[in-house]
């Protein structure tokens, strides 16, 4: 097989990785569209609801950097299943959710699996088992899960939230996370070792200028 080709473990890779981001993807910004819903059921304002939106935000922005240097010197295998794992108890925790605090700390769970888990993603589709001039299609595949994930799961989700409850919606959610976390089971590799790297370097990417470009690109749009 010619080396710049992918094999089919590796497309199996990028497909497993592309459902991670979509179910990430449909579980962060499903709650959007369901807003109402939430109010109404739990009799509390729209503004006080959006608070949930605000503390998952805030939640991935501070946690990730984080978390990600206290686990970066651990093998990614383990850790990716048991981020996974969180994510889906986290949803799990949120469908079962009948007052606001739990389902505003089931929400801050869910966030800080989730930026673990889309940090590893960048670095498990760039591992060197992926061939050097396919990384960048791999990476566009892997997450266009999020595209995806706002043309197809949102929707849906918000829709299944809108009709059966909004309950439903994570259940939804945590069963494309149990899904993903058997299918990543078989599938992702299992020697990819940690590079040890500190909380003092995650949280200086907050003040590079590159970084901050970065962010006004998305922010702006």
């Not at 949930?52 to 935000?57: C, E």
């Not at 990614?76 to 299943?81: D, G, W």
């Not at 995806?148 to 849906?156: E, R, T, W």
């Given at each position: 097989m010619?080396?710049?080709?992918?094999?089919?473990?590796q497309k199996f890779l990028i497909f497993?990785?592309?459902?991670?981001?979509?179910v990430l993807g449909t579980s962060e910004f499903a709650i959007v569209g369901l807003l109402n819903e939430i109010g109404t059921n739990l009799d509390i304002s729209i503004a006080t609801v959006g608070a949930?939106?605000?503390?998952?935000?805030l939640a991935f922005a501070i946690g990730t950097p984080i978390l990600t240097a206290l686990l970066s010197s651990f093998n990614?295998?383990?850790?990716?299943?048991i981020l996974i794992s969180f994510f889906i108890f986290g949803n799990v925790i949120s469908a079962l959710s009948d007052t606001y605090v739990v389902l505003f700390l089931s929400r801050i769970l869910t966030a800080i699996a989730e930026g673990v888990i889309v940090a590893y993603t960048l670095n498990i589709g760039t591992n060197e088992k992926i061939p050097e001039e396919k990384k960048g299609f791999a990476l566009s595949v892997i997450?266009?899960?999020f595209t995806?994930?706002?043309?197809?799961?949102?929707?849906?989700g918000t829709y299944i939230g809108q009709v059966y409850g909004w309950h439903m919606t994570f259940?939804?959610?945590?069963?494309?996370?149990?899904?993903?976390?058997?299918?990543?089971i078989r599938i992702l590799p299992k020697n990819i070792d940690g590079v040890k790297n500190s909380?003092?370097?995650?949280?200086?990417?907050l003040v590079h200028p590159q970084f901050i470009l970065a962010f006004f690109i998305p922010a702006l749009s």
């Open positions: 010619n080396k710049s080709q992918l094999s089919s473990q497993n990785l592309f459902l991670l981001t979509f949930l939106v605000t503390g998952f935000a990614k295998y383990p850790i990716m299943l997450f266009s899960g995806f994930s706002s043309v197809i799961g949102v929707p849906l259940w939804t959610t945590s069963m494309l996370g149990v899904i993903a976390l058997i299918i990543s909380i003092k370097n995650q949280i200086g990417l």
